[in-house]
């Protein structure tokens, strides 16, 4: 089968039940997206196939057939950052940093339909993105700003 | 495991520890001695600022074309770390930070304790990170001197260059680091450090270095490193602590595509200490075969002694317990004799669940191991542990063991504990070949170094306003000295909220009693802290409702105008957080001024109470450092609670990176929430019960505080913990804001589960 990873044409002949994160882990070496739960539970395997949001971990290499997938390490384009991965910067979201790439996918994905978001849009996107650090508070701050920098 | 009935008085048990290398537990009740210059034996490997030109300290090189390499020897989980101790040294230097570059020390005792838990990494290396700089610019400014033929008095240095005003003459660091090179590295104490109005870094905000790494994607976590040649592992470990293997089918587990070979895993001995747990470990060519593998093993199991452990019993027996006298911790006065008075009694029980950890990073390390030496990349807290650890599992020396550190997608605690280490290092010996370990989410949970449950009592005679003449409290919890072969709590597990509290009481007593582990325990974010804390500024609040008193003005009450606290008078060997108690006393006027300023910052006197509204407050000193919180709550009428702001205002001292101290107080606020409305392991005949985040819930964002505010008390003493010390008042201010709110007292976590209306 063949898809389009991060602008790369690939073709896959593998086990179709396997997950698309751990073909992009550890096929691709795209370490962007992160293993956090297995169970699409916590979010941290965000990645974009054909621009919605998805969690990898539960995305079988199978469903994949003819699919555009982009994942946080082709997020910033000929090395200009998104304005989302900018606003992330301004609030120092991160503190350790596991969940983020997740977060700023979930996010990238939320303005794309929401492009001015409220807080209870917001917590209804984001809810399934864990941050055990607890940078909500700064999500949503970084949030607004890139939806006002995208007007 | 088995705990050995054996009494061990607390050196003999010491001696135990020591000799199995478990610093973890030593450090916290020795305080650190610090390494502050090297160059004292080998390196365990060379880093850039070590083979720098100019090197003065082990933490710190220069080389001719002015880049600074700062070694960060402390673990980066998220608290700023590796930014915050290069600030204090790039300071020192008068740096230009964009010329600093940052290197990851390996575990190597050379770099003094890296064990980065218990919030201490700036507190105890906050002085040895400005002599390395001081002592760089120093040799610096001698070399201009030199050169110049000028008074070394006339020089400063700004920005990266040494100036002589008077010839109006500078000359870029760089420049003068072959001359300054051949300088003496200066003695520490003929070192000047900069006044305070000359900081540039400390007290200013400053992005973490890998921020642009983090948000791209590319920053490296354990899971993230590839080495050549590498076999993947995922282990089925016993479901009981302690368990064996009866008998292994792994047939249908071969069948899978990828999968290689099984390899069983020798059962640890007790104590386990950070021991691996044994099990079948599945080898394979991907992440995914081995996971796939591991679901067709047939294992049967050996349960072994804990197989009975099952959580209702258990809390009962604890609740039980907790009501009988134990071991005094601290005595003050007589309270018997108060109590003996009669007069107005209160008394109340606490309960709080075991919590697990669950860093977004489940644990992984990746091992080689090849002529005789182990090389390990892992996320660890405590690299010196993991050498230790795989050096006793493989039987070579430690200064064998080559253990790098990784990011840790979160630490809280749990990656203290280098038993996944040990696994990948053990089974890159057995095949010959790298290995990466990789723990699902699942094996997290089931397999953590588990937040313990406990039980907390208080008991308190009342004066005529409602102040206690005499107050009891006593806790009993299966303790952390249980992960290391000893039945009773060690002293810091009481030096954390029990023995310790400020309050002016005329008659106190502090009690306490071990209680039989099941699991693995460890210490989780704030340790013993949190349920301590708990119930004793909850019991505080009640004894204010009791009395009609507003909570605010009844603790400023109980406070007292304020003084040193002598804990030694009473009775206490106070481990104060290894931190010697003449320089870090417990200062109950620090936490006195941090409440009020927390009331004033809240709005606390014009709060509104009731109908579902409310503000609970509570103060805590603990990890040297004074914080007090208020938790505004809405409560809807399906008994949902809603959190719209906490406030935390903090005094820890000297804030090196006001912007990550801030970060690391909205966290604590939210993790606060997050174990006081839902934190709960529980187990079922020895296996715990829940298994990922459906199970195990952790706060989200639809579920943490919107805003937490966050607010320093400039003290201008000596810095202090800022990980830690914001998590425990935030659990008892939540509770005490549910009371204010619907009337309901919450004495059990998590609260989630009690019916609010």
């Known amino acids: 089968m063949r898809l389009t990873v991060n602008g790369k044409a690939q073709t896959y002949n593998d086990d179709p039940e396997m997950p698309l994160l751990w073909y992009l882990r550890d096929d691709l070496r795209l370490t962007g997206t992160r293993f956090g739960c297995g169970a699409g539970l916590c979010g941290a395997c965000t990645v974009h196939v054909n621009g919605q949001a998805v969690r990898s971990c539960q995305t079988r290499m199978g469903t994949l057939e003819s699919k555009t997938v982009l994942t946080i390490d082709a997020l910033a384009e000929g090395g200009k950052l998104h304005p989302v991965q900018r606003a992330w910067i301004q609030h120092d979201v991160p503190q350790c940093g596991y969940c983020q790439s997740g977060q700023i996918m979930s996010a990238v994905a939320l303005l794309k339909t929401t492009p001015n978001p409220t807080d209870a849009q917001i917590d209804a996107a984001m809810a399934g993105n864990i941050c055990r650090c607890g940078t909500y508070q700064r999500i949503r701050a970084a949030i607004k700003t890139a939806a006002k920098e995208r007007g | ?757």
């Open chain 2, 1 to 757: 495991m088995v705990i050995e009935n054996v009494s061990l008085n607390r050196r003999q048990f010491l001696g135990g520890i020591f000799s199995t290398g478990a610093f973890v537990v030593a450090s916290r009740l020795i305080p650190a001695e610090l390494f502050a210059q090297g160059p004292a034996g080998a390196a365990i490997l060379n880093t850039k600022a070590d083979t720098a030109a100019l090197h003065p300290s082990v933490y710190l090189g220069i080389e001719p074309d002015g880049t600074v390499f700062i070694v960060t020897h402390r673990s980066e989980m998220g608290t700023g770390i590796r930014t915050s101790l290069p600030l204090v040294a790039a300071d020192e230097l008068d740096a230009d930070w964009s010329r600093c570059r940052i290197e990851q020390g390996v575990g190597d005792t050379r770099y003094g304790d890296q064990n980065t838990d218990g919030s201490r990494s700036i507190r105890d290396f906050y002085d040895a990170f400005r002599v390395a700089g001081a002592s760089a610019r120093s040799m610096l400014i001698a070399a201009a001197a030199a050169q110049w033929n000028v008074p070394a008095s006339e020089l400063t240095t700004a920005n990266h260059e040494v100036v002589h005003a008077r010839s109006n003459r500078k000359v870029g660091y760089g420049a003068l680091v072959p001359a300054a090179a051949k300088m003496p590295v200066p003695a520490k104490e003929s070192l000047t450090f900069k006044p305070k109005t000359a900081w540039k870094f400390v007290g200013k905000d400053t992005n973490i270095y890998d921020l642009t790494p983090i948000v791209t994607g590319t920053a490296q976590f354990g899971l993230d490193v590839y080495r050549e040649g590498m076999v993947y592992a995922s282990i089925e470990h016993p479901p009981v602590v302690g368990g064996t293997v009866k008998s292994l089918d792994n047939k249908a587990a071969l069948a899978v595509k990828g999968v290689t070979q099984t390899e069983t895993l020798a059962a640890p001995k007790p104590p386990l200490l950070f021991q691996t747990l044994g099990g079948v470990a599945v080898i394979g060519n991907s992440t995914w075969a081995v996971l796939q593998g591991r679901k067709q093993l047939k294992i049967e199991w050996n349960d072994g002694p804990h197989a009975g452990y099952t959580t209702a019993p258990f809390k009962a027996a604890l609740l039980e317990k907790v009501k009988r006298p134990a071991k005094v911790a601290r005595n003050l006065g007589n309270v018997d004799a108060e109590f003996a008075k009669g007069g107005t009694v209160m008394e109340a029980a606490y309960y709080t669940p075991m919590a697990a950890h669950a860093s977004m990073e489940p644990p992984a390390a990746v091992a080689e191991f090849r002529n005789g030496k182990a090389e390990i990349w892992c996320p660890t807290q405590n690299p010196q542990a993991a050498q230790e650890t795989v050096a006793a599992a493989l039987g070579i020396d430690k200064n064998n063991v080559i253990c790098h550190v990784t990011l840790l997608g979160g630490g809280f605690g749990r990656k203290s504990k280098p038993d996944y280490a040990a696994e990948a290092a053990i089974l890159a010996k057995q095949l010959g070949k790298p290995v990466k370990v990789v723990w699902t989410r699942e094996d997290d949970i089931h397999h953590d170094f588990y937040h313990t449950t406990a039980a907390v009592y208080h008991k308190a005679t009342v004066d005529a306003k409602g102040r206690p003449t005499a107050w009891l409290q006593r806790s009993v919890f299966p303790p952390i000295a249980s992960t290391f072969g000893a039945p009773e709590p060690m002293g810091f597990e009481l030096d954390m909220g029990l023995d310790d509290t400020l309050y002016d009481v005329p008659n106190i007593r502090a009690e306490n009693a071990g209680a039989d582990a099941h699991v693995r325990i460890g210490w989780f974010r704030a340790v013993t802290n949190n349920f301590h804390a708990f119930a004793a500024h909850s019991f505080a609040d009640e004894m204010a409702h009791a009395a009609k008193r507003d909570p605010l003005e009844f603790l400023l009450d109980l406070l007292g105008p304020g003084k040193i606290v002598d804990l030694k008078a009473q009775g206490v060997d106070y481990s104060n957080y290894g931190a010697p108690i003449d320089k870090y006393p417990l200062d109950s006027r620090r936490l006195r001024r941090v409440l009020e300023v927390a009331g004033e910052r809240s709005g606390w006197a014009k709060r509104k109470s009731g109908n579902g509204r409310g503000m609970g407050i509570a103060a805590h000193r603990s990890f040297n450092s004074y914080v007090a919180s208020v938790v505004e709550v809405e409560v809807d009428q399906q008994g949902r609670v809603k959190i719209p702001r906490i406030h935390q205002v903090a005094d820890p001292g000297v804030v090196i990176n006001p912007d990550r101290v801030r970060a690391q107080f909205e966290g604590a606020a939210v993790m606060g929430v997050g174990l006081a409305m839902f934190g709960e392991i529980t187990a079922t005949n020895g296996r715990i019960d829940q298994k990922n985040f459906d199970g195990f819930r952790v706060a989200r964002m639809n579920d943490a505080p919107v805003q937490v505010d966050v607010h320093f008390v400039e003290s201008g003493n000596l810095p202090t913990g800022v990980g830690e010390p914001g998590v425990p008042p935030v659990i008892a201010a939540l509770a005490n804001a549910i009371y204010a709110a619907t009337g309901k007292r919450l004495r059990e976590m998590p609260f989630s589960k009690q019916k609010l209306v």
